[in-house]
């Protein structure tokens, strides 16, 4: 049996009475795109939060390549290869694109010049940065204006690159289509499959179920602070997963079965 | 897709200190043709000595600005410097007497930065608090005396020496110094992209792994520090310790910083646009004093220059989003 990538057994978060997590399992295994589904407050985004270091779990264990780790901020989840792109929060407005490639890790120049006057090696930045969008198919026309000056689909497409480029493990998108347009989301999923090609696991989060049943490999359904559903696409219908995750249907033995008469009915599934 | 750079006059036109710098240039034309005393190296030395106080605070107040701060102790705490530096400098060697007043203005400046980080409380009301409080001090400290009888170390910035037909301080060297070596830092190394990030946006600089409570108080503390140069800048061209100094000085570096372009929504602006507008306020000052305008004009042209500055940085913004 091969080991999940990462995962996470029994994670509990609370926020004063608010439980956000209440004992979440989570497997990624070597090579998917793996989609994680849930309503509102599931606690989908505190599930992606506390496997990032972003925030700090209760309690419960994240493991990686079957190792217990802690991670006690963004940074150490980033040493470990664990790379993420946070919706709407991904990349400094003003800064321009090599800058944001090598934010926190940038390159100096070598010698005098890096080691005592602390020069930043803009060239070598801006030509990897180029190196990388060439790679994953991103066309740009500068890498020197500010991010702000991108459409939303490109400003994406840099962030997904500075993830990829960087992540040796997994790769998080936190809803990576949400605030774009329909040829620009089809980009940037071409481009999510790029990445699992080279190897690299996907955590993808999205409301989207169409984008969802198109790219990925499995599908983890969140609800009320739990995992309570590990589907693939093929198996089930887009109505049926939407009924899992709402509650009208739940799963047992890898059947949907009914758990909300009433709801089930109203939308069609009985 | 073939990745190229920017064309150089886009780069031009797109750089955050050209509006600044083009209003620099018309206005020292308008002077030049307004008043024939106006363009000599001799009034340009003295336009430079006028604004180096509070262009080198107006260094430490971009810094902070940058960060989506702002720092209304300022003035208060360079006049605090001033202080320090002068009654110490009558009983104890002038030089640790500077270093001591460097190092007090560098500590308002943390614990400015810790109360922002730590207690998570708005630049605003930290910097307006230390405000009184540091104001109060000066005039404790100082018996609302003005210190006189200063040792030459104390006033040595205010000394001139010769370029061509041209007198030039050693402070206004200092100062033109300051605004280059953080030039180069801001533009140059990680620290600078990074207060640029952390102004942009502290979430996003977080997650990207940028210690950000780090970089805050190191920031304010920074500022702190080149407040203290100020200080030392004040105490040398007044040649005395006057605990009265730098009373409107915190409103006049934020003036500098935003007509040299930097937005108060912090991470966007250069430290460079601040020198200019630092000069454009002198070249105001100056040019309309040499056409015998009353200087209450000047303030006036000042206001309106400002509330240019930051509307044409809301229109900026607004035309990019």
């Known amino acids: 049996m091969t080991t999940a990538v990462l995962q996470a057994r029994g994670l509990v978060k609370r926020y004063g009475h608010v439980t956000a997590l209440d004992g979440a399992d989570f497997d990624l295994m070597p090579g998917e795109v793996l989609a994680v589904i849930g309503d509102n407050g599931a606690g989908k985004t505190t599930l992606i939060k506390a496997l990032t270091g972003a925030i700090q779990p209760d309690s419960g264990e994240i493991l990686l390549d079957g190792k217990r780790v802690r991670f006690s901020d963004p940074l ?82 840099v962030a997904v690159a500075r993830a990829v480029a960087w992540a040796s493990h997994v790769v998080v998108m936190d809803e990576p289509t949400a605030a774009l347009g329909v040829k620009e989301s089809g980009q940037v999923l071409d481009l999510i499959r790029r990445v699992r090609d080279r190897g690299l696991p996907v955590v993808l989060i999205s409301h989207n179920m169409p984008h969802v049943f198109e790219i990925a490999d499995r599908i983890h359904v969140q609800r009320l602070g739990r995992r309570v559903a590990q589907l693939k696409p093929g198996e089930h219908s887009m109505a049926e997963v939407v009924a899992i995750m709402t509650g009208a249907l739940t799963v047992s033995e890898g059947k949907a079965v009914i758990a909300d008469k009433d709801a089930a009915e109203a939308i069609g599934l009985s | 897709m073939a990745v190229t750079e920017a064309s150089l006059p886009r780069r031009i036109l797109t750089t955050p200190t050209a509006g600044p710098l083009a209003a620099l240039i018309l206005a020292c034309v308008f002077f030049s043709l307004n008043s024939e005393q106006f363009l000599t190296g001799g009034n340009f030395s003295l336009i430079i000595q006028q604004v180096m106080v509070v262009g080198t605070l107006a260094i430490g107040q971009t810094l902070i600005i940058l960060t989506a701060g702002i720092d209304l102790s300022n003035g208060a705490i360079m006049a605090f410097g001033g202080i320090v530096m ?142 203290g140069i100020a200080a030392l800048l004040l105490v040398s061209r007044t040649g005395v310790g006057d605990p009265q100094a730098g009373q409107t000085d915190n409103l006049d570096s934020i003036t500098a910083v935003v007509l040299g372009g930097t937005s108060l929504f912090g991470g966007r602006g250069q430290v460079l646009g601040t020198l200019i507008g630092a000069l454009i306020v002198g070249v105001f000052r100056n040019g309309l004093q040499l056409m015998g305008v009353p200087s209450i004009y000047q303030t006036l042209i000042t206001g309106i220059l400002v509330i240019l500055a930051v509307a044409v940085d809301q229109l900026s913004r607004r035309r990019t989003r």
């Not at chain 1, 990349?91 to 490639?101: E, F, G, R, V, Y």
């Not at chain 2, 006189?148 to 061509?164: A, D, K, Y």
Request: proline share 4%; net charge positive.
């Open chain 1, 76 to 157: 150490e989840a980033r040493r470990h290869g664990i790379e993420t792109v946070y919706q709407d929060l991904a990349i400094a407005a003003s800064l321009d694109i090599a800058t944001n490639m090598f934010l926190g890790r940038e390159l100096r120049r070598p010698g005098v010049l890096g080691k005592v006057f602390r020069m930043l090696d803009k060239p070598r930045m801006r030509a990897a940065s180029a190196e990388y969008m060439a790679e994953l198919k991103i066309g740009l026309r500068s890498l020197s204006v500010p991010v702000e000056s991108l459409s939303g689909g490109q400003r994406q497409g």
């Open chain 2, 86 to 227: 002068a009654k110490l400098s009558l009983s104890i060697p002038p030089l640790v007497a500077i270093g001591a007043g460097l190092a007090v203005c560098a500590a308002f400046g943390l614990i400015n930065g810790l109360l922002v980080t730590k207690i998570v409380l708005p630049p605003f009301i930290v910097t307006l608090g230390m405000l009184n409080v540091v104001f109060a001090l000066t005039h404790i400290y100082s018996q609302d005396q003005t210190v006189t009888g200063l040792p030459p170390e104390l006033t040595f910035l205010g000394q001139t020496f010769q370029l061509g037909d041209t007198r030039v301080t050693y402070g206004s060297v200092l100062t033109i110094a300051l605004f280059l070596l953080f030039a180069y830092l801001l533009g140059h190394t990680a620290w600078g992209r990074h207060v640029y990030a952390l102004g942009n946006s502290p979430e996003i600089a977080r997650l990207t792994g940028i210690r950000t409570d780090r970089l805050t108080v190191g920031v304010y503390s920074l500022a702190g520090l080149v407040y």
